[in-house]
């Protein structure tokens, strides 16, 4: 079975930094691109950050850049989310996302993407 696994959100306080991470079981990541979204409570889910196969290309939500970086090891089969400087306006569940057929490059629109993990939880508050 396909699946993408979200990890590493949790709560933390405005400032703080987090590191998620997005593993794929019953595929490899290595031949597509990976998107970042989150969706707030009351709001529509939006593109945070997506990344090429290669990683030569990356892309960042305005409302996130210097503050987010993305980065991949295709070895472990694992795409990363570095997260700092959080604000409460970061308060989202997290998903990644990727399409094989046809393999997704950089995206930042859902519709790109037809694998979504479960998403994971990241709260700023103090």
């Known amino acids: 079975q396909l699946q993408l696994v979200e990890s590493g959100g949790g709560l933390v306080q405005p400032g703080g930094s987090l590191r998620l991470s997005c593993a794929a079981s019953g595929f490899t990541l290595d031949d597509a691109g990976i998107g970042w979204f989150r969706q707030a409570p009351g709001k529509e889910r939006e593109g945070v950050s997506c990344?090429?196969?290669?990683?030569?290309?990356?892309n960042y939500a305005d409302s996130v850049k210097g503050r987010f970086t993305i980065s991949r090891d295709n070895a472990k089969n694992t795409v990363y989310l570095e997260m700092n400087s959080l604000k409460p306006e970061d308060t989202a569940v997290y998903y990644c996302a990727t399409r094989k057929r046809p393999p997704v490059m950089c995206a930042m629109a859902e519709y790109d993407y037809d694998y979504w993990g479960q998403g994971t939880q990241v709260t700023v508050s103090s």
């Open positions: 990344i090429s196969r290669t990683g030569s290309s990356r």
